[in-house]
């Protein structure tokens, strides 16, 4: 079963606003990460949150993570049309000590129009 | 001074042939990956690779194959070209780490449409 499921899949918003994406996960993990993708290009690693870490910050973008709900959620604070992009979380899974590889959900597609 | 970059862009060819897709990192990572994404926009890992070990998802049909040269590139070769083959390709790249995965640093992709 996929990992890491974004939600919503698709956001709208007018510039300035906030936009506010989920990720749930399943299994355990040492870390949780999310990477932005525009159009035709690569991902962009955006933030990195430790297991034991409740909350991040890097310039508008707010990570909170939450291991007993499995949860994630990224927050874009007054948000600009450059901000339009697909953004998708990738979990960093423990299995008990053996390493897997980062595992991506399905990203939600966000719109901010000028 | 791309940090990870692939080539081709674009690469259409007819089922059955066999194609190469190059990978090259500038960041002296020694941890290199190829990721496939669908056409719903699902990423799903490849392979991995450094040096010591490859790493390959079971789900990868044997007709592709990784090759490294040096630590530097790693390269996809896929032989007998399906139609189910089309997606885009993503090479990437991350500094080793023990016990959890560091970020990954991505190539822009190579859409490949089999015809």
């Known amino acids: 079963s996929q990992q890491g499921e974004e939600d919503p899949q698709a956001l709208s918003i007018q510039e300035g606003e906030n936009a506010t994406m989920n990720c749930s996960y399943k299994?355990?993990?040492?870390?949780l990460q999310w990477y932005r993708q525009n159009s035709g290009r690569g991902l962009v690693h955006l933030i990195l949150?430790?297991?034991?870490?409740r909350e991040k910050h890097s310039g508008r973008l707010r990570v909170t993570l939450d291991t007993s709900k499995k949860s994630s959620s990224l927050l874009i604070t007054a948000s600009r049309a450059a901000d339009t992009a697909s953004y998708f979380c990738?979990?960093?899974?423990?299995?008990?000590?053996?390493?897997?590889?980062?595992?991506f959900g399905k990203g939600t597609k966000l719109s901010v129009k000028p | 001074d791309t940090a990870v970059s692939q080539t081709p862009k674009y690469l259409v060819t007819q089922m059955g042939n066999d194609k190469s897709i190059k990978c090259e990192q500038n960041?002296?990572?020694?941890?290199m990956y190829w990721y496939k994404q669908d056409s719903k926009k699902f990423l799903k890992i490849m392979f991995s690779?450094?040096?010591?070990?490859?790493?390959i998802n079971e789900t990868v049909p044997n007709r592709f194959s990784p090759k490294s040269p040096d630590k530097a590139h790693l390269n996809l070769h896929i032989n007998s070209l399906e139609l189910g083959d089309s997606a885009v390709y993503f090479c990437?790249?991350?500094?080793?780490?023990?016990?959890?995965?560091?970020?990954?640093?991505f190539g822009n992709g190579t859409r490949l449409t089999v015809t």
């Open positions: 690779y450094n040096n010591k070990e490859l790493i």
């Open positions: 960041l002296g990572h020694d941890t």
């Open positions: 949150i430790r297991s034991n870490e």
């Open positions: 990738a979990t960093d899974p423990n299995y008990g000590g053996s390493q897997g590889n980062l595992i």
């Open positions: 990437a790249s991350s500094q080793e780490s023990r016990g959890y995965n560091s970020p990954l640093h």
């Open positions: 299994t355990s993990i040492n870390n």
